[in-house]
């Protein structure tokens, strides 16, 4: 009774243990190797900076053309307003 | 100079839809990578700022000693157009510097005197805007200072240790990279006449209504 008792506990433990032991973490590195590069997938993507900066050019000229747009409307709006208002004095 | 208005803006468009496509087909620099292509665009900017720098002061001094409503609406629109072209140059610098230098700003004698030269066109404008009577006498003063800074900003490379490419870079560009570095330099000059005329004319209409509200007063 007592070895079958035995066994079971035996067996738990080792059906227990392989998990825990599959879920430990990679052993630490024991070296470290020298590179003179950055490896390529921790560099910095160049696309994403280029296509920023090519977008943002435009846009900055394509909001001024529109803000000059606007205030010459603006200016002209005003002009018919008082245009209309002058030959009723 | 009406009738080249439209040609002018018509050039300046195509030229500036073309040239990411001419910058496209321009080889890499070897260390940099793409990110060296931001330079097709970030030099010519500052190149445009420096001009439109150029005339604000030279019209600022005119109008300084010789007053004239028509030069001073020059320097307006070409201060106006300095900001516009340094804040092209203060994002496009950065956003290439992250990558070179693994930085986006370094406070190096380049850059600081830079933004310093964007902060004064924009003092300037600040003060036409709402510095009262007299503020254009002010401003033209100012941009004239304005002037002045330009060379200390160019030189800035040659003169102090700073993390920025030399101005050597540019004359000893090779051909298949000095083409479309010329190319985009000669859309943004023409870009800055179109924007020019442009704002003048936004000026003369703006001092119209100026002499028509006088008149309806009167």
Same mark, same amino acid.
């Given at each position: 009774m007592?070895?079958r008792?035995?066994?079971?506990?035996?067996?738990?433990?080792?059906?227990?243990?392989a998990?825990?032991?599959?879920l430990?973490?990679?052993?630490?590195?024991?070296?470290?190797?020298?590179?003179?590069?950055?490896?390529?997938?921790?560099?910095?993507?160049?696309?994403?900076?280029?296509?920023?900066?090519?977008?943002?050019?435009?846009?900055?000229?394509m909001?001024?053309?529109w803000?000059?747009?606007?205030?010459?409307?603006?200016?002209e709006?005003?002009?018919r307003?008082l245009?209309?208002?002058?030959?009723?004095? | 100079?009406?009738?080249?208005?439209?040609?002018?803006?018509?050039?300046?468009?195509?030229?500036?839809?073309?040239?990411?496509?001419?910058?496209?087909?321009?080889?890499?620099?070897?260390s940099?990578?793409?990110? %060296?292509?931001?330079?097709?665009f970030?030099?010519?900017s500052?190149?445009?700022?420096?001009?439109?720098?150029?005339?604000?002061?030279?019209?600022?001094?005119?109008?300084?000693?010789?007053?004239n409503?028509?030069?001073?609406?020059?320097?307006?629109?070409?201060?106006?157009l300095?900001?516009?072209?340094?804040?092209?140059?203060?994002?496009?610098?950065?956003?290439?510097?992250?990558?070179?230098?693994?930085?986006?700003?370094?406070?190096?004698?380049?850059?600081?005197?830079?933004?310093?030269?964007?902060?004064?066109?924009?003092?300037?404008?600040?003060?036409?805007?709402?510095?009262g009577?007299?503020?254009?006498?002010?401003?033209?003063?100012?941009?004239?200072?304005?002037?002045?800074?330009?060379p200390?900003?160019?030189?800035?490379?040659?003169?102090w240790?700073?993390?920025?490419?030399?101005? %050597?870079?540019?004359?000893?560009?090779?051909?298949?990279?000095?083409g479309?570095f010329?190319?985009?330099?000669?859309?943004?000059?023409?870009?800055?006449?179109?924007?020019?005329?442009?704002?003048?004319?936004?000026?003369?209409?703006?001092?119209?209504?100026?002499?028509?509200?006088?008149?309806?007063?009167?």
């Amino acid at each position: 009774m007592s070895l079958r008792r035995l066994l079971i506990a035996l067996t738990t433990f080792v059906l227990l243990s392989a998990p825990a032991f599959a879920l430990q973490p990679p052993p630490g590195q024991s070296e470290f190797v020298p590179v003179d590069s950055v490896p390529l997938s921790d560099q910095l993507p160049a696309a994403p900076l280029l296509v920023t900066a090519y977008a943002f050019v435009w846009i900055a000229a394509m909001v001024y053309v529109w803000s000059i747009w606007r205030r010459l409307n603006k200016v002209e709006d005003e002009m018919r307003a008082l245009a209309q208002k002058m030959p009723h004095r | 100079m009406r009738k080249a208005f439209p040609v002018l803006a018509a050039l300046a468009g195509v030229m500036f839809v073309a040239s990411p496509f001419v910058v496209a087909r321009a080889p890499f620099e070897a260390s940099m990578g793409i990110v %060296s292509k931001i330079f097709y665009f970030h030099v010519p900017s500052w190149f445009a700022m420096f001009t439109a720098i150029a005339i604000c002061g030279v019209c600022g001094l005119i109008h300084l000693f010789k007053t004239n409503p028509r030069v001073d609406r020059i320097a307006e629109a070409a201060a106006e157009l300095a900001v516009l072209f340094g804040l092209m140059g203060l994002v496009t610098g950065p956003l290439w510097g992250r990558k070179a230098w693994g930085v986006w700003w370094q406070w190096d004698a380049k850059l600081t005197i830079a933004l310093l030269l964007e902060m004064t066109f924009i003092s300037v404008l600040l003060v036409r805007k709402y510095g009262g009577a007299g503020s254009d006498k002010l401003a033209a003063a100012v941009g004239i200072f304005g002037l002045a800074v330009v060379p200390f900003v160019y030189e800035a490379v040659n003169i102090w240790r700073t993390i920025h490419p030399l101005t %050597s870079v540019i004359p000893t560009l090779p051909a298949t990279m000095g083409g479309p570095f010329w190319f985009c330099v000669a859309t943004y000059m023409l870009l800055l006449v179109v924007l020019l005329m442009l704002r003048v004319n936004l000026g003369k209409r703006q001092a119209a209504l100026d002499e028509l509200y006088l008149a309806y007063e009167d």
